[in-house]
């Protein structure tokens, strides 16, 4: 017995392995789309850090050797004026405080508007929360040249003009339609059995909401924070028009006086635009697990 049933074994295993094997070299064999799709990556590679290169050569390039070699030729001394031309000129440490703290304080607020909007239509099942989903989607939509003037007469009238407060209110709110809209589709599919033992056991909806939902939502809500930053930190039209003094002004705006009408000294401009980017790509390194962990969070159940 114990002979034929390992026969029968060995039998019905035979057939599996050269599929096993043939699966395999599939995978790792894909023939020439396999290189041609290497090489369309490379490409695209080359074309998105290509400008980044640039940029850092040209920061580092004499205003004399950029007009002689042009922006392709390479540096041939190691130029750092252009570095300490762009921080004194601009002052950029005030600038640099400015666009962390109207930054770090917009994304903040605008996270915990998303969530306080989205708890109460994805869980809390008001009446017309697709319709209310859809004004939010709406609203994302609208370009900011729309938005400028109400926003500008608006910070007139409550005395925020020329103030940080302003940018912090305004990109807030803005960024919170996004963050509305996607925590409302994520909070609908939420497990109604723990709101529902969460109630038997006497919790309020505010408890429900921090002891309940944020803990599971909260990878998701690190992504929206991370990305709030970063685009009100690249914000340049509504603060160029709602901040007029250079003590009250960002890093982007800072970066844009450095153009005037007739004459560009573009090796300056790449070094402040080194130095604009350098805070950014911290920060991005600081948070790219958490990044990483919020995006996928969720892909395995």
């Excluded at 960002?250 to 401009?269: H, K, N």
Aim: glycine content about 6%.
């Amino acid at each position: 017995m114990t002979t034929a049933t390992t026969g029968a074994t060995g039998a019905a295993a035979r057939p599996d392995t050269p599929r096993v094997v043939g699966r395999t070299r599939d995978r790792h064999h894909r023939g020439a789309w396999r290189w041609v799709i290497l090489a369309l990556c490379i490409v695209f590679a080359i074309g998105m850090i290509a400008p980044f290169l640039l940029m850092v050569m040209n920061a580092f390039k004499s205003p004399a050797s950029y007009s002689s070699g042009g922006p392709l030729q390479l540096p041939t001394e190691l130029y750092t004026e252009g570095l300490v031309k762009f921080w004194n000129a601009t002052n950029f440490p005030v600038k640099l405080w400015n666009s962390i703290w109207t930054s770090a304080l917009a994304a903040l607020f605008g996270v915990l508007l998303s969530l306080l909007t989205a708890f109460a239509i994805g869980v809390g099942r008001i009446r017309g929360r697709m319709w209310i989903v859809l004004v939010f989607l709406l609203a994302n939509m609208l370009p900011q040249e729309v938005l400028l003037y109400p926003l500008y007469t608006m910070a007139q009238q409550v005395g925020l003009n020329n103030s940080g407060w302003a940018i912090v209110i305004i990109f807030a709110v803005i960024q919170c339609a996004f963050g509305t809209y996607l925590l409302a589709s994520v909070l609908g599919t939420f497990p109604k059995a723990l709101l529902e033992a969460a109630a038997l056991d006497g919790a309020t909806t505010w408890r429900i909401l921090w002891q309940v939902v944020y803990p599971i939502v909260r990878p998701t809500l690190s992504v929206l924070l991370i990305f709030f930053f970063i685009w009100t930190w690249n914000e340049f039209f509504i603060p160029l028009v709602m901040l007029t003094t250079p003590d009250s002004q960002t890093v982007p705006i800072a970066l844009a006086s450095l153009q005037g009408d007739r004459m560009l000294d573009v090796p300056t401009l790449n070094a402040g635009a080194l130095l604009s980017l350098l805070p950014t790509l911290v920060f991005f390194l600081i948070f790219q697990r958490t990044l990483t962990r919020g995006v996928t969070a969720g892909a395995v159940k």
